[in-house]
């Protein structure tokens, strides 16, 4: 684990004024990611209240040296993944640099203020996109709440199967289709039989839904053969954003049997555009919860002291949902549910640490999704398959309006914050998707 | 399809001499590929007879004009993913030239034969990669014997699941792992709860397997949102290759639910480096096996009459296997199984379709599997789990070996070839793999 250093003070203030109480991007947080300013190509730059700093412009006015220099030299291209590949101490060397230079107190505060329009954008006038060219994307199914809830739909006396308090349960999703956040979602057509009906038909999804995920991006990575100790996993993880994993309930039920979700789930799944580092998150490492008793404990592999006492993380999450009628109406998005990442059953090193146990090579660039993170309450619940019992129980929204699933026209929007007394909060920027109607 | 023309001509001789009559690359296949030759760098070539063209340099030769120059230029870097995101026309341009290139009676033979080891490499002295670097890698189970067999493991009266004859299923696999056909693939270690074993524990797979496949190379592919029709499939695949998805059974049986395959399947898949193209194979195309009475017709998004006519292979694959005792002895593989591509319920073209159907962006040097291709005889079974019913009836080798599953030092070699009356034999090289000891 990262330990705390000054780059984590609360007391410390950036001359970018926005970044002073931001809910997401103060000064103690930096992300990275690649973006676009008007009429320019894409570029690596960092999150500082509602500007960016252009990474590339400030690596070419030599504001680096050492291993920082090291760091910004690799995320001068027009992705992350060379930054990825390096090992922590070049990005920790980076963020104390970029933490120095943005500091309202700092010694080259007038040069690099100076600068002015040359380093910072503002957020608004550009184009966010992946912070990496994907290499594989993962989905485990951590989120043992949602796991129980959707067990329970089938299975109502037994809704966990025996393994899932063995193994991480994970599978293999669509790379090529993750997309940053912001874009149209296409409702997916696909084959859909519904017990009501005695043969599958093809045709646009009924019941279009939402997964709140967090998403964890893995770099340096191991060789083909080897494995990942648990105890070195978390040098794999570079980097976290929120991740809505969009299902189609009616597809997904048909075709799952017996290989897992397939064109359920590939259509489509969109990331924050931000890579919030393991560094930001140091403050708000937490102990894996208790297992209830009766729960075995996880294997060798899986088990590590340091990762049990502070490899879960205390993000609080939430899911919004602008329906077309409220925007139309210039309103805003409702709160429809919100959980926080301590409800995970498994820490993302367990994940790293199953993902490579059979020799799997993971790669700078690779993403990781956790499974849906819900609560135990319905208001706490990270899908509308859940919050509608399969879509029995419709959700009444203050406007009078009404959701079994999503309708055309509907915005989701995750955002998740990180608060702890005598810290500055941070947050991951929204991840946000809006349905369109099928082709 | 690609129609006929004076490529496919089973008179035509190279002055390649060792191409006339070879069992896998007479100048009627021309195949494309990456290869290395000794202390140079990776490059494209083509396989004729025991050699490897050099595609760049006979490109820097100025050997090609028009769209066959259009094709070469793509193909000169160290991936084929260019070629792959051209349409077919540029590919069928190249392979007319190479092919009247190589031809013995060709006009610039005399030149062409000139430049001799400049152009010409001995395979035996090349490394050979993967063809392309992969974007996703998706599993289909289109073989039905295979499915059949495997579900009646599990499911003695209902082999078949429900959606199986409506659903071409499939799942998403792990591209980081794919490699290409020769070297040693590490038993993987993992969870295995053995229904005799109270608790899982993790180690080495004790049923390690094969699995027979046909791998499909994708390009130029669709853009997110969109949909392949069914009648244009065939233009988004450009080659095919043999394909081992090894499996480790105890692995999958306790991790598999409800999300599908994951560790049991992630740690390395064999592919024949050799890209097979569609106009190589165009003499070898089948019609769709009729459905027996009773199956359902595909749904319209899956229904083309030029792909029922033609849209299946005519290919003969074949398993061997060489135990290490064997290899000691320096005595030959033996042929353990072998069945043919006309096995699949699923064309490729509807595989394609289907992937797409909901949305989901295919692109250049995107991999498809087939699924696990078996006949209806045990001797032509695409997997030991189906050869020994699950580990129950171990297979007697003529060595007097016996194998339940794979042990280490087995060599699992497949071979492929297209024969028809009328036209030369073609063939796809080897896909190979040596088992080595868990780490």
């Given at each position: 684990?990262?330990?705390?250093?000054?780059?984590?003070?609360?007391?410390?203030?950036?001359?970018?004024?926005?970044?002073?109480?931001?809910?997401d991007?103060?000064?103690?947080?930096?992300?990275?990611?690649?973006f676009?300013?008007?009429?320019?190509?894409?570029?690596?730059?960092?999150?500082?209240?509602?500007e960016?700093?252009?990474?590339?412009?400030?690596f070419?006015?030599?504001?680096?040296?050492?291993?920082?220099?090291?760091?910004?030299?690799?995320?001068?291209g027009?992705?992350l993944?060379?930054?990825?590949?390096?090992?922590?101490?070049?990005?920790?060397?980076?963020?104390?640099?970029?933490?120095?230079?943005?500091?309202e107190?700092?010694?080259?505060?007038?040069?690099?203020?100076?600068?002015?329009?040359?380093?910072?954008h503002?957020?608004?006038?550009?184009?966010?996109?992946?912070?990496?060219?994907?290499?594989?994307?993962t989905d485990?199914?951590?989120?043992?709440?949602?796991a129980t809830?959707?067990?329970?739909?089938?299975?109502?006396?037994?809704p966990?199967?025996?393994?899932?308090?063995?193994?991480?349960?994970?599978?293999?999703?669509?790379?090529?289709?993750?997309?940053a956040?912001?874009?149209?979602?296409?409702?997916?057509?696909g084959?859909r039989?519904?017990?009501?009906?005695?043969?599958?038909s093809y045709?646009?999804?009924?019941?279009?839904?939402?997964?709140?995920?967090?998403?964890?991006?893995?770099?340096?990575?191991?060789?083909?053969?080897?494995?990942?100790?648990?105890?070195?996993?978390?040098?794999?993880?570079?980097?976290?954003?929120?991740?809505?994993?969009?299902?189609?309930?009616?597809?997904?039920?048909?075709?799952?049997q017996?290989?897992?979700?397939?064109?359920?789930?590939?259509?489509?799944?969109?990331?924050?555009?931000?890579?919030?580092?393991?560094?930001?998150?140091?403050?708000?490492?937490?102990?894996?919860?208790?297992?209830p008793?009766?729960?075995?404990?996880?294997?060798?592999?899986?088990?590590?002291?340091?990762?049990q006492?502070?490899?879960?993380?205390?993000?609080?999450?939430?899911?919004?949902?602008?329906?077309?009628?409220?925007?139309?109406?210039?309103?805003?998005?409702?709160?429809?549910?919100?959980s926080?990442?301590?409800?995970l059953?498994?820490?993302?090193?367990?994940?790293?640490?199953?993902?490579?146990?059979?020799?799997?090579?993971l790669?700078?660039?690779?993403?990781?999704?956790?499974?849906?993170?819900?609560?135990?309450?319905?208001?706490?619940?990270?899908?509308?398959?859940?919050?509608?019992?399969?879509?029995?129980?419709?959700?009444a929204?203050?406007?009078?309006?009404?959701?079994?699933f999503?309708?055309?026209?509907?915005?989701?929007?995750?955002?998740?914050?990180?608060?702890?007394?005598?810290?500055?909060?941070?947050?991951?920027?929204?991840?946000?998707?809006?349905?369109?109607?099928?082709?």
């Open positions: 684990m990262t330990s705390l250093d000054e780059t984590h003070d609360q007391n410390r203030r950036s001359w970018v004024a926005s970044a002073n109480g931001h809910p991007f103060p000064i103690q947080n930096l992300p990275f990611g690649i676009q300013p008007h009429g320019g190509a894409p570029r690596s730059g960092v999150a500082i209240g509602d960016i700093l252009d990474l590339k412009e400030a070419s006015l030599g504001l680096f040296s050492g291993l920082a220099r090291e760091a910004a030299e690799a995320a001068s027009a992705t993944n060379p930054l990825m590949a390096l090992g922590s101490a070049a990005r920790v060397a980076l963020r104390a640099r970029l933490s120095a230079l943005l500091d107190a700092g010694a080259e505060r007038t040069k690099v203020e100076g600068y002015g329009t040359v380093l910072l503002k957020a608004v006038d550009c184009i966010l996109h992946l912070p990496a060219r994907i290499g594989d994307y485990f199914y951590a989120g043992i709440n949602h809830n959707v067990g329970r739909l089938f299975r109502p006396d037994n966990l199967l025996p393994n899932y308090k063995y193994v991480p349960i994970g599978y293999h999703g669509r790379a090529s289709s993750v997309r956040s912001g874009g149209a979602v296409v409702r997916p057509n084959q039989k519904p017990a009501t009906e005695e043969f599958p045709g646009p999804s009924r019941n279009f839904d939402y997964e709140l995920e967090l998403g964890i991006w893995i770099g340096p990575g191991n060789a083909l053969g080897t494995t990942v100790p648990i105890a070195a996993a978390d040098q794999h993880i570079v980097g976290y954003c929120l991740l809505n994993d969009w299902s189609a309930r009616d597809i997904q039920g048909w075709e799952y017996p290989l897992g979700p397939f064109l359920a789930k590939n259509f489509h799944t969109t990331v924050s555009p931000w890579l919030v580092t393991p560094e930001a998150l140091a403050p708000f490492r937490a102990a894996q919860a208790p297992r008793d009766g729960d075995p404990r996880p294997l060798d592999y899986l088990w590590d002291d340091g990762d006492a502070t490899g879960a993380l205390d993000i609080a999450l939430e899911v919004l949902l602008l329906t077309a009628g409220r925007r139309m109406a210039g309103e805003e998005p409702i709160r429809i549910g919100g926080n990442t301590r409800e059953y498994w820490t993302p090193a367990q994940m790293v640490a199953h993902h490579a146990s059979g020799g799997c090579n790669g700078p660039g690779d993403l990781f999704g956790s499974g849906t993170i819900s609560g135990t309450t319905t208001d706490s619940f990270g899908s509308l398959l859940e919050i509608t019992e399969g879509g029995r129980k419709p959700l929204l203050p406007s009078g309006e009404t959701r079994r999503l309708e055309d026209g509907d915005e989701v929007v995750f955002r998740a914050q990180c608060r702890r007394e005598g810290f500055a909060t941070i947050g991951f920027g929204e991840c946000r998707g809006r349905v369109v109607p099928a082709v």
